[in-house]
């Protein structure tokens, strides 16, 4: 299984950036999807998640302000991320829990896109 991010880049203070991931391989199918953040020298954290039937989670640092959502039938998690701050600047992971064979659940990363967000 590999997942592929795109969107990363530069924005500025109040701006907006799209991330999205696809996955691909040989699995049975998806389950919770959606993005890390780790910025240098701090731990890895979710920003949001989306389970199958489209529940979604975010911390409060992100709520209101970014949207996770995804495409089952193109196995694609997307990452609106609106109202940029300096501080959301990371490398951004897209993850994802899949079952593949015997239906076990398997985790799985991206390899990251860089996010700056300048003042």
């Known amino acids: 299984v590999e997942l592929v991010e795109s969107g990363g880049g530069l924005a500025q203070s109040g701006g907006s950036l799209r991330l999205s991931c696809a996955a691909s391989?040989?699995?049975?199918?998806?389950?919770?999807m959606g993005w890390y953040r780790q910025a240098p020298g701090k731990e890895r954290e979710m920003v949001g998640e989306?389970?199958?039937?489209?529940?979604?989670d975010y911390p409060d640092s992100v709520k209101g302000r970014f949207t996770v959502s995804r495409d089952n039938d193109k196995n694609l998690v997307h990452l609106q991320m609106n109202n940029l701050r300096p501080e959301d600047t990371a490398v951004y992971y897209c993850?994802?829990?899949?079952?593949?064979?015997?239906?076990?659940?398997?985790?799985?990363w991206g390899q990251g896109t860089r996010v700056t967000v300048t003042s």
């Open positions: 993850h994802a829990d899949v079952e593949e064979v015997y239906r076990y659940e398997y985790e799985h």
């Open positions: 391989g040989n699995f049975f199918r998806i389950n919770t």
């Open positions: 989306v389970g199958r039937g489209g529940n979604t």
